[in-house]
């Protein structure tokens, strides 16, 4: 096991033909992700990386059984590709676009509730299983196959993250990138549940940032229902207040939206915390200690 | 994206919610000339710059004549106006708005926003209007009435009647029905971030007005607001984080004195902490995006160099997309034609790393490599005094 996707996960890539999605889609395939197809409209029935291209999802689904798709489409047009995926029936839609109109994401997740697909992003890395499949952007050399589940916001600090990981010998089950923006898919709750449940996951490292209060009521459920140790970093203690740090979501609104308010809620609650960004991974390493 | 109170009005006044008769001027004599032209026997000149806190900073008055009215303006215009929101400095007033003064019966809060914990637009509204709203919703939150819309039908009348009720305006609830919605539906048109009428009046005359309106845009959808787009006012901006705009780099200037230049949003900000973690400032935040070619990155250089208080430099690139050996180039490159003084740390990982490591040794320039985030920040941090020489600690 591990979350989301795996060795078998048959991938549709939207936005097929187009230089990013290309680029990454070959990478994707380098690294054995199962990639079957791509749609670009308009140009179904040609051939592209020697996969078949199709005018629509519902057409790729249909003819490659397809179950994830990564959306590389600009961002202007993402929620309309994400729609598309869903009504095709695609059990996990990734987003990679940063840019999304936040009013888009409001109205597209109200028409999606109640349906079973998973949204990751949009402003997303994406997800990536180490040695089996990826979705994302991810330079995918950085990580190695291991049992530390890995949320995060942001897809540098991912990968600051992971490769601390890694160089302590580390490995990860599984990387979730869920995206900057203030409205995304899925929040990081519900990645803590996929990881609770994983039998291939022993400890959770949850990277979050400043703003909103996903990170907290994540940790809160955690202290709940969590088995396996939690390690948590929050980005910008030294970030000001009002202002958007790069990410449309990373704006302190109000007192408890500060990093530092953050951590302190969530070490509070039990969890491990790292104060300094470079201390990830000999935190997890503490975690791991504690496991036995 | 902000707008300032007057374009504010303008947008409100289309959707069909009233405001104060009033008009925007950039001179004594023009602010005279309205106050004649709106009649009236009170005016209100009120400063128009995005930071708030303006009426205890002095920046809204209120005068008996024309002639007061010019004079207020006079001494508004072309000074700086510094409030709980803005530096100490204070924002340079280049306009203001002159309205007829309202009698005001009652005052109350209303916004709308994008709430980020139920996914939805908010209205929040208060019978306490007027006041500092933050120390309301702290004070006592139950005084903060809330309705949630669901996207899929809008905000509906029933939700209206809910809220005129919460403050106090149920005998008017059918007029305030009509308005909710409209600003509800300029608020969705026009892809606003926040809304914000403080305060609400119902004047002397039974009116419901908007005496005050604060607006800020979802900059993710300007592409399909061309007519928000043109109320953009860059002065009201930093220069600095204006240029990395045009320049597709994302900057905020900040206080201290390591600058910053890091790929990614969420390491930029880690980074910044890292070096607070060792006893230094950054300068600012600098997010060069996925892709940066070294004329990103000599561009990140110049506009980084432009803060006077930069005393060193740290580029911290984690390659994903990006390839260190571009970034390598570009930290050279930049180095030598910008002819940078100030100490420069390079940390280097991920995509093409040796290559780019490579470059930089080979440059023959000195620059400050580091190993890995803890001692970019270490280094950055000791060279403000001169405590690193080839890249060791002295």
């Given at each position: 096991m591990s979350v989301y996707v795996d060795k078998d996960s048959p991938v549709v890539i939207q936005g097929f033909t187009g230089q990013h999605a290309t680029f990454h889609a070959e990478e994707a395939m380098k690294f054995g992700t199962k990639v079957v197809g791509g749609v670009t409209p308009g140009k179904g029935g040609s051939t592209h990386?020697?996969?078949?291209?199709?005018?629509?999802?519902?057409?790729?689904?249909?003819?490659?059984?397809?179950?994830?798709?990564?959306?590389?489409?600009?961002?202007?047009?993402?929620?309309?590709?994400?729609?598309?995926?869903?009504?095709?029936?695609?059990?996990?839609?990734?987003?990679?676009?940063?840019?999304?109109?936040?009013?888009?994401?409001?109205?597209?997740?109200?028409?999606?509730?109640?349906?079973?697909?998973?949204?990751?992003?949009?402003?997303?890395?994406?997800?990536?299983?180490?040695?089996?499949?990826?979705?994302?952007?991810?330079?995918?050399?950085?990580?190695?196959?291991?049992?530390?589940?890995?949320?995060?916001?942001?897809?540098?600090?991912?990968?600051?993250?992971?490769?601390?990981?890694?160089?302590?010998?580390?490995?990860?089950?599984?990387?979730?990138?869920?995206?900057?923006?203030?409205?995304?898919?899925?929040?990081?709750?519900?990645?803590?549940?996929?990881?609770?449940?994983?039998?291939?996951?022993?400890?959770?490292?949850?990277?979050?940032?400043?703003?909103?209060?996903?990170e907290v009521e994540a940790a809160r459920w955690a202290a709940q229902h969590m088995t396996k140790p939690l390690v948590c970093f929050i980005a910008g203690v030294s970030a000001p207040r009002g202002r958007r740090m790069g990410h449309a979501g990373a704006v302190i609104a109000g007192d408890s939206d500060t990093a530092t308010a953050k951590l302190d809620a969530i070490e509070e609650m039990g969890h491990h915390t790292v104060r300094n960004p470079a201390d990830i991974g000999e935190a997890v390493l503490r975690a791991l200690k504690e496991t036995g | 994206m902000n707008i300032h109170e007057y374009q504010a009005k303008e947008l409100l006044r289309a959707y069909g919610v009233p405001v104060p008769p009033g008009e925007v001027v950039y001179s004594n004599r023009a602010a005279a000339r309205v106050a004649e032209e709106l009649g009236g026997s009170r005016w209100v000149v009120k400063a128009q710059i995005h930071a708030g806190g303006r009426g205890k900073a002095g920046g809204v008055k209120l005068a008996n004549t024309p002639q007061k009215v010019a004079e207020l303006a006079d001494q508004m215009i072309g000074r700086r106006l510094a409030t709980a929101?803005?530096?100490?400095?204070?924002?340079?007033?280049?306009?203001?708005?002159?309205?007829?003064?309202?009698?005001?019966?009652?005052e109350f809060y209303l916004s709308l926003i994008v709430d980020r914990v139920s996914q939805r637009i908010v209205v929040i509204a208060s019978a306490e209007g007027g006041v500092d709203v933050e120390e309301v919703a702290a004070s006592n939150p139950d005084a903060m009435h809330k309705e949630y819309v669901d996207p899929g039908v809008g905000l509906l009348d029933f939700q209206c009647?809910?809220?005129?009720?919460?403050?106090?305006?149920?005998?008017?609830?059918?007029?305030?029905?009509?308005?909710?919605?409209?600003?509800?539906?300029?608020?969705?048109?026009?892809?606003?971030?926040?809304?914000?009428?403080?305060?609400?009046?119902?004047?002397?005359?039974?009116?419901?007005?908007?005496?005050?309106?604060?607006?800020?845009?979802?900059?993710?959808?300007?592409?399909?607001?061309?007519?928000?787009?043109?109320?953009?006012?860059?002065?009201?901006?930093?220069?600095?984080?204006?240029?990395?705009?045009?320049?597709g780099l994302n900057y905020i200037a900040l206080d201290g004195s390591v600058g910053c230049i890091v790929n990614g949003a969420g390491l930029a900000m880690a980074t910044m902490d890292a070096i607070v973690l060792h006893g230094g400032r950054p300068a600012n935040f600098l997010d060069v995006g996925g892709g940066a070619s070294a004329e990103k990155v000599a561009n990140a250089f110049r506009i980084v160099l432009k803060d006077p208080n930069v005393k060193a430099i740290l580029v911290n690139i984690f390659a994903g997309i990006n390839r260190c050996d571009w970034i390598a180039q570009g930290v050279v490159q930049a180095t030598r034609d910008q002819r940078i003084e100030v100490p420069i740390v390079v940390r280097l990982a991920g995509t093409n790393v040796e290559e780019g490591r490579k470059i930089l040794d080979e440059s023959g320039l000195d620059l400050i490599q580091a190993e890995?985030?803890?001692?970019?920040?270490?280094?950055?941090?000791?060279?403000?005094?001169g405590a690193v020489a080839g890249g060791v600690l002295q």
């Amino acid at each position: 096991m591990s979350v989301y996707v795996d060795k078998d996960s048959p991938v549709v890539i939207q936005g097929f033909t187009g230089q990013h999605a290309t680029f990454h889609a070959e990478e994707a395939m380098k690294f054995g992700t199962k990639v079957v197809g791509g749609v670009t409209p308009g140009k179904g029935g040609s051939t592209h990386l020697g996969l078949p291209v199709f005018n629509s999802v519902e057409e790729a689904v249909r003819e490659t059984g397809a179950t994830v798709s990564g959306i590389f489409v600009p961002p202007q047009l993402a929620t309309d590709s994400l729609l598309e995926a869903a009504e095709a029936g695609v059990e996990i839609a990734v987003i990679i676009a940063d840019g999304v109109p936040v009013q888009d994401m409001v109205r597209t997740k109200r028409y999606l509730a109640g349906r079973s697909t998973t949204i990751i992003g949009p402003n997303s890395p994406g997800i990536i299983t180490p040695g089996e499949c990826k979705v994302g952007i991810m330079p995918s050399h950085i990580y190695s196959k291991g049992r530390i589940g890995v949320v995060s916001r942001s897809g540098t600090l991912n990968y600051e993250a992971v490769s601390q990981m890694t160089a302590r010998g580390l490995g990860q089950s599984t990387c979730v990138g869920i995206g900057g923006d203030p409205v995304n898919g899925t929040d990081f709750k519900t990645v803590l549940e996929e990881f609770q449940r994983d039998s291939e996951t022993d400890v959770v490292v949850m990277i979050g940032e400043i703003g909103g209060q996903q990170e907290v009521e994540a940790a809160r459920w955690a202290a709940q229902h969590m088995t396996k140790p939690l390690v948590c970093f929050i980005a910008g203690v030294s970030a000001p207040r009002g202002r958007r740090m790069g990410h449309a979501g990373a704006v302190i609104a109000g007192d408890s939206d500060t990093a530092t308010a953050k951590l302190d809620a969530i070490e509070e609650m039990g969890h491990h915390t790292v104060r300094n960004p470079a201390d990830i991974g000999e935190a997890v390493l503490r975690a791991l200690k504690e496991t036995g | 994206m902000n707008i300032h109170e007057y374009q504010a009005k303008e947008l409100l006044r289309a959707y069909g919610v009233p405001v104060p008769p009033g008009e925007v001027v950039y001179s004594n004599r023009a602010a005279a000339r309205v106050a004649e032209e709106l009649g009236g026997s009170r005016w209100v000149v009120k400063a128009q710059i995005h930071a708030g806190g303006r009426g205890k900073a002095g920046g809204v008055k209120l005068a008996n004549t024309p002639q007061k009215v010019a004079e207020l303006a006079d001494q508004m215009i072309g000074r700086r106006l510094a409030t709980a929101q803005t530096d100490q400095e204070g924002q340079l007033v280049q306009r203001v708005l002159v309205e007829r003064a309202s009698k005001i019966e009652r005052e109350f809060y209303l916004s709308l926003i994008v709430d980020r914990v139920s996914q939805r637009i908010v209205v929040i509204a208060s019978a306490e209007g007027g006041v500092d709203v933050e120390e309301v919703a702290a004070s006592n939150p139950d005084a903060m009435h809330k309705e949630y819309v669901d996207p899929g039908v809008g905000l509906l009348d029933f939700q209206c009647r809910k809220i005129a009720t919460a403050i106090g305006l149920a005998s008017r609830a059918a007029s305030f029905t009509r308005l909710m919605k409209r600003i509800y539906r300029l608020f969705r048109d026009k892809d606003c971030l926040l809304l914000e009428i403080n305060p609400f009046i119902v004047s002397e005359d039974g009116d419901l007005l908007a005496l005050d309106g604060k607006m800020s845009f979802d900059d993710n959808a300007l592409f399909r607001q061309g007519e928000i787009v043109e109320l953009r006012d860059f002065d009201e901006e930093d220069p600095k984080e204006v240029e990395a705009f045009g320049h597709g780099l994302n900057y905020i200037a900040l206080d201290g004195s390591v600058g910053c230049i890091v790929n990614g949003a969420g390491l930029a900000m880690a980074t910044m902490d890292a070096i607070v973690l060792h006893g230094g400032r950054p300068a600012n935040f600098l997010d060069v995006g996925g892709g940066a070619s070294a004329e990103k990155v000599a561009n990140a250089f110049r506009i980084v160099l432009k803060d006077p208080n930069v005393k060193a430099i740290l580029v911290n690139i984690f390659a994903g997309i990006n390839r260190c050996d571009w970034i390598a180039q570009g930290v050279v490159q930049a180095t030598r034609d910008q002819r940078i003084e100030v100490p420069i740390v390079v940390r280097l990982a991920g995509t093409n790393v040796e290559e780019g490591r490579k470059i930089l040794d080979e440059s023959g320039l000195d620059l400050i490599q580091a190993e890995d985030l803890d001692d970019a920040a270490v280094k950055a941090v000791a060279s403000l005094d001169g405590a690193v020489a080839g890249g060791v600690l002295q």
